[in-house]
């Protein structure tokens, strides 16, 4: 019997122990595995694909709503979105819900404001951590196919201003504040969630819902003749002319208010006027006052860059002094936000 070499038999120990450190394929796909509920033994074990998330982290002008899939979920009544179990509707006074309003939502760089029917309200229970409150909206959000925009603490929005006067639930130092915002695009509209907490407060987490939509105008056109039958029998009239946000820019959709006025001015030569500003009570005194005093004199250039005699004409803003409802009120404030003619002479 002839004897095997040893390097024949050390090449052979070799391949052999090569052959055996081979490593499995893993599955590909980026899936995760969802396992029955406890007690069912009938549900076996399935695969979903993994949420959307956008990552903009890497980018310097943050959240892009372009880049956002378009999906067509099956929603039922708004706001869409309950509260985790446990928690009830605190209703709180910055609670709200109505049909139009602006909120600007944060996506870790900048603000983005969102005009559209909103709801915003303060859920208090069993104390979930802000983790548990983000990870279930971020739940319910992906699984309609929607986004998380961001999850963080406030303290780079700080720096950024909000706009908007309303705070709401939102307090003056955003340090230690947690915010986590959410987005779905549908073939119609983007829906807006944020969940938010102010650690040092110990109270409730708020959820606010913005579906974005365009302003359905539901106030219709004061005509010439009416307003001076107005004037003539009570010495005043108000009017309801959009502005720009925070700005006294007239928006176009009243400039047809603005034509009805200079009718007005033209058809009664001898008719002069004061032009008052008028706000809600949202926001300081002393800004309200600046704000109203602008818009009133915007309206006034408006008047005279159309060959009314400036001479004719006062300006005057007076903020939140002399409101016509109540301030408790979204409906309250929205008379309040007017401009009124003031017959002179």
């Not at 549908?186 to 606010?208: C, Q």
Request: glycine share 10%; proline share 5%; aromatic share 8%.
């Amino acid at each position: 019997m002839h004897r095997v070499p040893n390097s024949l038999i050390l090449a052979l120990m070799i391949g052999l122990t090569l052959g055996g450190c081979v490593k499995k394929e893993e599955p590909t796909g980026g899936q995760i595995a969802v396992n029955a509920q406890p007690g069912s033994s009938s549900t076996p074990a399935v695969s979903a694909q993994t949420s959307p998330i956008l990552d903009t982290s890497k980018s310097a002008s943050g959240f892009d709503v372009n880049k956002v899939p378009v999906v067509n979920p099956q929603l039922g009544k708004f706001p869409y979105f309950g509260l985790i179990e446990g928690y009830h509707r605190r209703g709180l006074s910055g609670d709200k819900d109505v049909d139009f309003d602006r909120y600007e939502f944060f996506d870790g760089t900048k603000i983005i404001p969102v005009e559209g029917r909103l709801s915003t309200m303060a859920a208090e229970g069993n104390k979930a951590s802000a983790f548990q409150v983000f990870k279930t909206y971020e739940s319910l959000v992906t699984g309609l196919g929607g986004v998380k925009v961001f999850e963080g603490k406030g303290e780079d929005m700080e720096a950024l201003k909000l706009e908007f006067s309303d705070m709401r639930h939102r307090y003056p130092a955003y340090g230690t504040d947690q915010i986590g915002v959410y987005m779905v695009r549908t073939p119609e509209s983007e829906i807006w969630v944020e969940t938010y907490i102010n650690p040092n407060a110990r109270g409730p987490y708020y959820l606010t819902v913005v579906e974005k939509k365009a302003l359905e105008v539901k106030a219709s056109l004061l005509p010439a003749e009416e307003m001076k039958k107005e004037l003539e029998a009570k010495g005043h009239v108000a009017l309801y002319i959009n502005f720009d946000f925070n700005k006294a820019d007239i928006k176009p959709d009243s400039q047809p208010i603005i034509r009805e006025i200079i009718k007005l001015l033209k058809n009664n030569p001898t008719l002069n006027l004061k032009v008052e500003g008028h706000t809600d009570d949202v926001g300081t005194a002393d800004y309200n006052k600046s704000l109203s005093d602008a818009r009133a004199r915007s309206v006034v250039a408006a008047l005279t860059a159309q060959g009314i005699d400036a001479r004719r004409l006062d300006a005057v803003g007076y903020g939140e002094d002399k409101p016509i409802a109540d301030n408790g009120s979204d409906a309250g404030r929205g008379q309040n936000r007017r401009v009124e003619l003031v017959k002179t002479s």
